[in-house]
């Protein structure tokens, strides 16, 4: 089994309040990632795991948490939503960190918020 | 600055055609290149990858071409087909030196017409 899960598909938010995605996949991958995507935008990466260790990239440190509980399960949470939240978010993971091994992605969570 | 451009949002191609989509890199550390297909409401998937130490890649009716000097990369889809119908997302990142970050490009729809 090769898919990776995301729930929900679609979350609807208020502004100041906060957001939790999840995200699982059952291929024992060590990396799991998470990306937003604007419409005519890149997917852009805000953190990823590997293993324990969670990296945030540096222009969205502030903005977005993430905890992973066990291997499988992958979370995004964001503590108070703004306007410049909406979007889809996609996870995604690989089997290790390095070499470039193969991302495989969820089918995304549509965020919007209001 | 983006780092990896597509610059065409959107092509159209008749069926039985060749599909040519294109990507720019700005990052010449970059030595893994990929193209990802996504159909609407559905996950990105790995369709093919290339490493520097080659310039062209086939598998099937895809080649990857890639042009290191001209931080170029671009996908060929002989014999269009309706079914490859989706956007096409190019992705570039470093495989040497342990790192599995993808920097993705914006997008170009596909459109295959009978």
């Known amino acids: 089994d090769t898919t990776v899960k995301q729930n929900p598909r679609y979350k609807l938010a208020r502004v100041g309040k906060p957001v939790n995605l999840i995200c699982s996949q059952t291929?024992?991958?060590?990396?799991m990632y998470w990306y937003q995507k604007k419409p005519n935008q890149a997917p852009k990466l805000l953190l990823f795991?590997?293993?324990?260790?969670?990296?945030r990239e540096a222009d969205t440190f502030e903005k977005f948490q993430s905890s992973r509980p066990n291997n499988s399960f992958c979370s995004l949470y964001i503590g108070s939503a703004g306007l410049e939240y909406s979007a889809m978010y996609l996870c995604a993971s690989s089997r290790d960190w390095g070499g470039q091994d193969t991302q495989y992605f969820g089918p995304g969570t549509r965020l919007l918020v209001l | 600055g983006q780092q990896v451009k597509q610059s065409s949002p959107s092509l159209t191609v008749q069926e039985g055609g060749i599909s040519i989509l294109n990507c720019d890199y700005e990052?010449?550390?970059?030595?893994?290149f990929a193209w990802y297909k996504k159909y609407p409401d559905n996950s990105p998937t790995l369709l093919i990858s290339v490493r520097s130490n080659v310039d062209k890649r086939e598998d099937g009716r895809l080649t990857v071409f890639l042009n290191k000097s001209g931080k170029h990369f671009s996908l060929h889809i002989t014999a269009s087909q309706p079914e490859d119908t989706a956007v096409y997302l190019c992705?570039?990142?470093?495989?040497?030196?342990?790192?599995?970050?993808?920097?993705f490009g914006q997008g170009t729809v596909l459109s295959v017409i009978p």
């Open positions: 992705a570039a990142g470093r495989a040497t030196g342990g790192n599995n970050k993808l920097t």
């Open positions: 795991y590997y293993d324990k260790i969670l990296n």
């Open positions: 990052n010449d550390m970059f030595d893994y």
């Open positions: 291929m024992n991958h060590d990396t």
